[in-house]
Structure formats: C-alpha cells, structure tokens
C-alpha cells in the first residue's frame, strides 16, 4: 500500500545542543490578511518571506518570566493527520485599548509568530495558524489574580473544525544577498512591526 508522505531519514538527539524548552518572552501578531507568506519551492513547511499588504503590520507583544507558550497537538483525521495550534499569553493591563484588541482576536483571523529558546535548528522561529489563521478563544480576566496583576490570560486557537494541515511553519528569510540566517529573519520581521 502507497502512502502519501513517507519517512526519509532518521535523527537522534543532540549532545552538544541539547533541546531547550519555551519560547522567547515576545510574539508578533498580525491580522491574516495583513501580510502575505511566501513559501519555499521546494517545502512547504518553510516560510521564505512576509509582504505586507498596503499598510499591513506585525504588533510585538512583550511578556516577561516565560509568560508565552505554544502548543501544537497532532489530530487524526478521517482525511489526514492535522495540527491544533495554540498561543497563550498574558496582557498585564486594563484599558479600552486592550478590550478593543480582545474583540478584534475574537472576530478576526490572525497569525501568531514565535521565537523558540532552542536555536540549533531550523525551526528557530515559527509561525502558527499559516492557512486557517487563530482566533482568541479564552480571554480570562480575574481582578485578584496576582500573577498577571489582574491582567487577562489569553488562548489564541485555530477556529472550530479547521485545523491546520501542517505543524507550525518554519520561518527563515534571507537578506537581499547572502543565505537566510537566524539574524536575517530577525531583522525581517522587526523591519515589518508597526
């Protein structure tokens, strides 16, 4: 019996670079239809470039002491194997402009893109929600929790029955000469933040 995708090599872990758990204390959100993905010929889980649409923005959200996390979980399908993709973090604030920013999660499709810790791979930086985009679907708020002193715990989620296809997409641009770097995507991201 064919499958699809077969495996084709094999890997062992790493002593020298041994696997660092977390994610940098940062996340860049972006509405999904602000800013297009260019993927690479040759492998669709790695993104090669972001262009922003007219005035599409990356918006940095800074936490502190591992306040983000990232989870992406495999779901068999009866068509597949697809991945739920997940952000959470925390808004250590209360205005009008973070309610406004909760509302616009919940309606609209973003994407979410994330710094690992580990940096020996190529997966370095990552992007969550690259066809289905993620909505906001736990926005909590206790006024006496003192761990985000009364901020909100957020979960940023793929929408209801539209998991994503793939894990989440690696992300490695290159500068306008040269190969892609850890530092050259970097610099590509932070060049498109608003």
Request: net charge negative; charged share 20%.
């Amino acid at each position: 019996m064919s499958i699809y995708n077969k495996i084709n090599a094999g890997f062992s872990l790493g002593t020298s670079q041994p696997v660092t758990s977390g994610i940098e204390d940062v996340i860049y959100l972006f509405n999904a239809d602000d800013i297009t993905l260019t993927y690479d010929t040759t492998n669709p889980l790695i993104i090669t470039g972001l262009t922003a649409v007219s005035t599409g923005k990356l918006h940095k959200f800074e936490g502190t002491n591992n306040s983000f996390n990232t989870v992406s979980k495999l779901a068999k399908t009866q068509v597949g194997p697809r991945y739920t993709e997940e952000i959470d973090f925390n808004i250590a604030g209360l205005s009008t402009d973070v309610k406004t920013q909760l509302m616009a999660m919940g309606y609209g499709r973003v994407r979410a893109i994330a710094i690992n810790n580990y940096k020996a791979g190529d997966s370095s930086i990552e992007l969550f929600g690259a066809i289905n985009g993620l909505i906001l679907t736990d926005a909590e708020r206790n006024a006496a929790d003192e761990t985000v002193e009364g901020g909100y715990k957020l979960k940023l989620t793929n929408p209801d029955k539209l998991k994503e296809p793939y894990p989440p997409r690696a992300i490695s641009i290159a500068p306008t000469s040269g190969s892609a770097t850890y530092a050259s995507t970097l610099a590509a991201i932070e060049a498109l933040v608003a």
